[in-house]
């Protein structure tokens, strides 16, 4: 096993492995717990139109998914925040806007882009050296922000109204809530691709959820659980010559339906040991 670390793009992969589990255990958690988990996929999907402009124009994908992210995470605030619009029906014009959009800017560009399919399903093996450090700068932005306001977010994220009475600025952090989203999605993209990032952002906060009642611990577990979903899937389809991604995705998912069902029949078994009806 050990050998594999003398492949410098596994150890890149190994490193993202563990970016992207910060950013999906902080951000990740939040998410879950306003119970906006299709956020993420929205963002995601409307960030497609940005690897196309990039397609298009010849700059990175990267930097083309950021700024669309960032875009949509501040369309959709304003949406909500002064439109009065519901928070699903705009996540889901701009998930098809985005995807169509995408579609057709990367058809209107020259040549054939092979690459396209990586953004779609992820490439964490084709991690450069670039992606690892702007995927740390985000990580750092992230954290760094999520640090400092803490309570604001928690406040918000559990009562709004009294944020609000308290002084808090709540649209304000809603607004920076939607692009931290939008910067730990696009980290996501190039490890699991848009079409994956819903998976990696709800299953480990979604485990971590159910172990503990402290918001804090909730981002720990989930920062642990999606590095370790990361890494191991990585190996596994690295043996198994699968795609890294999906492997990732799959083994996160087949622990979350484990771990449910443990969850399930220790209960089952607690409430018979102790005599309580089921019904």
Request: aromatic fraction near 12%.
């Amino acid at each position: 096993m050990l050998e594999l670390l003398n492949y410098e793009f596994i150890r890149n992969a190994l490193i993202a492995g563990v970016l992207i589990g910060i950013s999906c255990g902080v951000v990740g958690s939040f998410v879950v717990v306003n119970r906006a988990v299709f956020l993420a996929g929205g963002i995601a999907h409307a960030a497609y139109g940005g690897i196309g402009l990039a397609f298009l124009f010849g700059f990175s994908p990267f930097l083309g998914a950021t700024i669309f992210a960032l875009f949509t995470s501040s369309l959709l605030a304003v949406a909500i925040q002064r439109w009065d619009q519901r928070m699903d029906t705009v996540i889901g014009v701009l998930w098809a806007t985005g995807m169509a959009l995408g579609t057709i800017l990367i058809d209107l560009s020259p040549g054939y882009h092979k690459d396209v399919m990586s953004y779609l399903f992820g490439s964490i093996l084709a991690v450069s050296h670039a992606d690892l450090f702007m995927m740390t700068l985000l990580d750092t932005i992230i954290v760094v922000i999520i640090g400092f306001f803490y309570k604001e977010f928690l406040a918000i994220s559990f009562d709004a109204e009294f944020a609000m009475t308290a002084g808090i600025p709540v649209r304000v952090f809603q607004f920076v809530f939607l692009w931290l989203v939008g910067l730990a999605v696009v980290m996501m993209i190039r490890i699991v691709g848009l079409i994956l990032v819903i998976a990696l952002f709800s299953i480990p906060p979604n485990i971590a959820e159910k172990l503990t009642s402290s918001l804090k611990k909730i981002m720990f577990l989930a920062t642990a659980l999606g590095i370790g979903f990361s890494i191991t899937g990585l190996l596994v389809s690295y043996h198994l010559n699968t795609s890294s991604g999906a492997t990732i995705v799959m083994l996160a998912a087949i622990t979350y339906l484990v771990f449910l069902a443990f969850v399930d029949l220790a209960t089952r078994y607690r409430r018979h040991f102790t005599g309580t009806d089921l019904r």
